[in-house]
């Protein structure tokens, strides 16, 4: 994976998208802890306030990208750079972004207007970004989600796509909220080696991901009964503590060495407990892994922290790790 530290100049931020599956209130500000400690302004208190659409970003709907092992076919959406006035030659292999949606494993959908949003804002800082669906709990249970994840990532690779949408195979990454930050973690964590091959990603941004399923999970931090039961129904268990699936299904036990660059974002009161994200950071940084934690002062969950200045943050990660100049445009 090439790694250029240099970022480029932003081609242009609006004000976007705040959402989660389940609505939240949104109260409080912003503190980010990590490597640098700064502060995120949270000027709105009203859920949708910084929603606008993204009409110049052209979205092409229900590409199939698989058919799963159950026969099921599955499908993404293309969110596509603004390249209007550029000649086709022009265009470069451009980096991409797996994007997967969040509800509990069970729900949601890549077209919700709140994640087709965040799709269309990614492609609007110059990434090919497919927002992909997968099969959904409790009718699919553990793997079949993270297969599904993995297949759109090597579909995403695979020649066909790189020539048709001009894009670069060494630079794929991936950006989840909620139940999609557990499958884009679990998806930068599992397997080793080199990240430009097969379903290999080279840089992972995730919001309010559920870290360690585990019975020990359950006990980090303090996980609601409520949720409890949507991780068995995601898992196909009875119980935790008799859930062997359950490891396999969680990031913090896969990291390795040969891991991608992480930016992680979380609440500091909201469903999914803090400490998960805190030791899955602290576990990657052990093992040399750049890891970035953001910590929002509340209850904001998943997509909801999407703020501005948040936004910010996680496209200077993807401009750091991804790319090094305006992304897609020869100079």
Same mark, same amino acid.
């Given at each position: 994976m090439r790694r250029i530290v240099p970022r480029p100049p932003r081609l242009g931020r609006s004000l976007l998208a705040v959402g989660l599956a389940v609505l939240l209130p949104l109260v409080g500000g912003c503190a980010v802890s990590g490597a640098a400690s700064d502060a995120v302004d949270n000027p709105s208190t009203e859920l949708w306030a910084n929603e606008v659409a993204y009409p110049d970003i052209e979205v092409i709907e229900n590409v199939k990208?698989?058919?799963?092992?159950?026969?099921?076919?599955?499908?993404?959406?293309?969110?596509?750079?603004?390249?209007?006035?550029?000649?086709?030659? &022009?265009?470069?292999? +451009?980096? #991409?972004?797996?994007?997967?949606?969040? %509800?509990?494993?069970?729900?949601?959908?890549? $077209? *919700?207007?709140?994640?087709?949003?965040?799709?269309?804002?990614?492609?609007?800082?110059?990434?090919?970004?497919?927002?992909?669906?997968?099969?959904?709990?409790?009718?699919?249970?553990?793997?079949?989600?993270?297969?599904?994840?993995?297949?759109?990532?090597?579909?995403?690779?695979?020649? &066909?796509?790189?020539? +048709?949408? #001009?894009?670069?195979?060494?630079?794929? %990454?991936?950006?989840?909220?909620?139940?999609? $930050? *557990?499958?884009?973690?679990?998806?930068?964590?599992?397997?080793?080696?080199?990240?430009?091959?097969?379903?290999?990603?080279?840089?992972?941004?995730?919001?309010?991901?559920?870290?360690?399923?585990?019975?020990?999970?359950?006990?980090?931090?303090?996980?609601?009964?409520?949720?409890?039961?949507?991780?068995?129904?995601?898992?196909?268990c009875t119980s935790l503590a008799e859930c062997p699936q359950a490891r396999d299904a969680s990031p913090l036990y896969d990291v390795d060495a040969t891991d991608p660059p992480f930016f992680i974002g979380h609440s500091t009161a909201e469903l999914i407990p803090l400490q998960q994200s805190e030791a899955f950071a602290k576990l990657l940084r052990k093992d040399g892994i750049s890891a970035e934690l953001v910590t929002v002062e509340g209850p904001l969950h998943s997509i909801a922290m999407l703020n501005d200045e948040m936004r910010g943050k996680i496209i200077d990660f993807y401009n750091t790790e991804l790319t090094n100049e305006v992304p897609g445009v020869v100079p």
């Open positions: 990208y698989t058919t799963a092992d159950d026969g099921t076919n599955l499908y993404l959406d293309v969110c596509l750079p603004t390249t209007a006035d550029v000649a086709p030659e &022009a265009l470069k292999p +451009r980096a #991409s972004i797996v994007m997967v949606h969040g %509800g509990s494993w069970a729900r949601g959908d890549k $077209a *919700n207007v709140h994640y087709r949003n965040v799709c269309q804002w990614l492609a609007s800082e110059g990434y090919v970004t497919v927002a992909v669906n997968y099969r959904l709990a409790p009718a699919s249970i553990f793997p079949a989600a993270i297969e599904d994840v993995r297949d759109s990532v090597r579909w995403l690779r695979a020649s &066909a796509q790189v020539e +048709r949408f #001009s894009l670069d195979p060494d630079r794929i %990454g991936a950006f989840g909220g909620s139940a999609g $930050a *557990n499958l884009v973690a679990l998806l930068g964590t599992e397997g080793s080696g080199d990240l430009d091959t097969g379903s290999r990603v080279a840089a992972v941004a995730e919001l309010s991901g559920p870290t360690d399923l585990t019975d020990r999970g359950r006990l980090l931090g303090g996980l609601t009964a409520s949720f409890e039961q949507v991780q068995l129904d995601y898992l196909g």
